[in-house]
């Protein structure tokens, strides 16, 4: 199977990007499968707190599930990348679904005890496929105009963040008219169907997509090991995740200090609304500024608004501001996964793009963590302040290199 030429490439638009021969049944796949990742961790909260009457040992079996699956978010994308999306999700997705399937009918059962589900959710979250970096691999095979690949990117990115909003709905909706543990076995049912769909789309099943004859390589990591570029797309994604896990608690924080715990729900909307603008918008735009110094200045720009919201007079003032942050979150991660693409070889792809998404997910998780010994102690604004600081201190640490970064290796798009 051939990519797309830049030179022949179509208007790169949204449509463009979805009428890539295949494109819509690979992406679709591939959301299918990621909306359980959207399911899963609500539903086993809730499935051990009725199973246990526990809110600990709800805490502490979550804490596990999130844990292995961040940690070992690398080795599975590098079985990706040295065995291909075939032999190795398939396996993963069918590990997965039975454990889920598993915890669904533990916590069902009162009398589990809380050592086996512990390490039922260890298991469990040490197998999920990676769908999102075999996703975004997939993107940059088939598209070689840096200017569809962007928007790819951003498309992919805020589906991404839709689906963790439509899977908590969907778990309300099954805990409403059946269990919690149903949430688990949904869970497994999409995250099997999701990947078997995907391995079975035309793009996977033609193996690796190779590259038109004559087309210059987009970025200069490709021909060689990881650049610069990785590392600096990763530190500035666990800077963003430290930043909106932080907030994250603030806002509650925030809303109850001013009586007004309804502002909390609209604030965690007016955030994902506002990726979802800010991602669009942001693929949309030709821009021709080197992707690390748009992704070193969307996270200063995040930074800066969140610190500017623990100002806001009111809870109603601060879900403002959230919605402006929000603006910058898609086109930082989507830019942190252009990056990190651009740094690396094909064969790296999977492992590079599960990278960014690990410090993310880890900077968030952290960072949540840290926050809440910070609530009480110190005044809220300062609080604000603080967690805005990692996204503002990657982003200068990483702008300075990137701006002395030699013309002749800033990557074609810079170029355009």
């Known amino acids: ?194 990947t078997l769909a995907l391995v079975t789309s035309p793009v996977v099943r033609g193996g690796a997509v190779q590259q038109d004859p004559g087309t210059p390589e987009p970025a200069a990591g490709r021909r060689g090991g990881p650049g610069a570029g990785l590392p600096r797309a990763v530190a500035v994604a666990a800077g963003v995740g430290m930043c909106l896990g932080a907030v994250e608690l603030l806002v509650i924080a925030f809303a109850d200090a001013h009586h007004r715990p309804g502002a909390v729900p609209w604030a965690a909307a007016a955030l994902s609304a506002g990726s979802a603008v800010g991602g669009l918008a942001y693929g949309a735009v030709p821009w021709r500024v080197p992707t690390a110094v748009r992704l070193s200045a969307l996270a200063l720009g995040l930074g800066a608004v969140l610190a500017v919201a623990g100002l806001s007079p009111h809870p109603y003032a601060l879900v403002g501001w959230v919605a402006l942050g929000g603006l910058f979150v898609a086109p930082a991660l989507t830019s942190a996964y252009l990056l990190a693409d651009e740094s690396v070889g094909e064969e790296r792809r999977t492992r590079a793009g599960a990278w960014v998404n690990t410090a993310f997910n880890a900077g968030t998780t952290a960072a949540t963590a840290g926050a809440g010994l910070l609530v009480g102690r110190l005044p809220l604004p300062l609080c604000f302040a603080l967690a805005a600081l990692p996204a503002v201190l990657t982003a200068v640490g990483t702008l300075v290199p990137a701006r002395r970064r030699p013309a002749s290796v800033v990557g074609a798009e810079s170029l355009k």
């Open 1 to 194: 199977m051939s990519v797309i030429s830049p030179v022949h490439s179509p208007a790169p638009t949204y449509a463009a990007v979805l009428r890539t021969p295949h494109a819509r049944r690979t992406f679709g796949a591939a959301l299918l499968g990621r909306l359980s990742y959207g399911v899963a961790p609500l539903s086993l909260v809730l499935s051990v707190k009725d199973g246990t009457g526990s809110y600990a040992a709800a805490g502490t079996v979550m804490a596990v599930f999130g844990l292995t699956g961040v940690l070992l978010s690398p080795a599975r994308a590098a079985l990706v990348d040295r065995f291909g999306p075939r032999r190795a999700l398939v396996p993963l997705a069918a590990g997965s679904a039975v454990l889920l399937v598993a915890l669904a009918v533990a916590t069902a059962r009162p009398a589990t005890p809380l050592v086996a589900l512990v390490a039922l959710a260890a298991a469990a979250g040490a197998l999920p496929p990676p769908l999102g970096p075999v996703s975004r691999a997939l993107w940059s095979g088939m598209l070689t105009d840096r200017n569809l690949l962007r928007r790819a990117y951003s498309l992919d990115t805020v589906a991404e963040e839709l689906l963790f909003v439509t899977g908590p709905l969907l778990v309300g909706l099954l805990v409403r008219y059946a269990s919690a543990p149903a949430g688990l076995a949904v869970s497994a049912g999409l995250v099997l169907t999701g």
